[in-house]
């Protein structure tokens, strides 16, 4: 798939296939967000691979946008590390960048994802803390789920002209 193709087809996807997501595309979906760009190239990113259904069952319980991960085989989630990079606006910008790519990769493979926002909701990022043992340095920003799709989704025009502005407001 083109990348503009991938950018402009790109849906959330919340309906979800059992089948297991194969190893070799996990590492791809990794690498793409490790290609993302960071303040001062800090790439201050970890990710957890969740495919534990208990653990996936236990986020629906705290999150209140979360009920397609009782359809999805797996989550990712996006957290930064402050010992690497000490701001928490930083990471949670280098983390979205890399939580896009892996949307973005994800849908060039034929899955589907959809973004869980953590950050900035604190109770969110205390639950998922928990819930992962996290270190107390790394901060949870996003989960994606993942799986393939059992729906599908048309692509929507977002382009606005209204929202452009040229040298000044």
């Given at each position: 798939m083109?990348?503009?193709?991938?950018?402009?087809?790109?849906?959330?996807?919340?309906?979800y296939?059992?089948?297991r997501?194969?190893?070799?595309?996990?590492?791809?979906?990794?690498?793409?967000?490790m290609?993302?760009p960071?303040?001062?190239?800090?790439?201050p990113w970890?990710?957890?691979?969740?495919n534990d259904?208990?653990?996936?069952?236990k986020i629906?319980?705290?999150?209140?946008?979360?009920?397609?991960l009782?359809?999805?085989?797996?989550?990712i989630a996006?957290?930064?590390?402050?010992q690497?990079e000490?701001?928490?606006?930083?990471?949670a910008?280098d983390?979205?960048?890399?939580?896009?790519?892996?949307?973005?990769?994800?849908?060039s493979?034929g899955?589907?994802?959809?973004?869980?926002?953590?950050?900035?909701?604190?109770?969110?990022?205390?639950?998922?803390?928990?819930?992962?043992?996290?270190p107390?340095y790394?901060?949870p920003?996003s989960l994606?789920?993942?799986?393939y799709?059992?729906?599908?989704?048309?692509?929507e025009?977002?382009?606005?002209?209204s929202?452009?502005?040229?040298?000044?407001?």
């Amino acid at each position: 798939m083109e990348t503009l193709d991938s950018i402009f087809t790109r849906r959330s996807i919340r309906v979800y296939r059992p089948d297991r997501i194969p190893e070799e595309m996990i590492t791809t979906l990794l690498k793409s967000a490790m290609s993302a760009p960071s303040a001062k190239n800090t790439q201050p990113w970890h990710f957890i691979i969740i495919n534990d259904r208990k653990l996936l069952d236990k986020i629906v319980e705290f999150h209140p946008y979360a009920s397609m991960l009782e359809s999805a085989p797996m989550a990712i989630a996006i957290c930064g590390d402050l010992q690497i990079e000490p701001s928490r606006e930083y990471v949670a910008v280098d983390c979205s960048a890399a939580t896009e790519n892996l949307l973005l990769a994800a849908h060039s493979l034929g899955l589907g994802g959809v973004w869980l926002g953590i950050y900035p909701k604190k109770e969110r990022m205390d639950e998922l803390t928990e819930l992962l043992t996290l270190p107390e340095y790394i901060m949870p920003v996003s989960l994606i789920a993942l799986g393939y799709p059992a729906e599908e989704r048309e692509p929507e025009d977002r382009y606005t002209p209204s929202k452009i502005h040229k040298n000044k407001w």
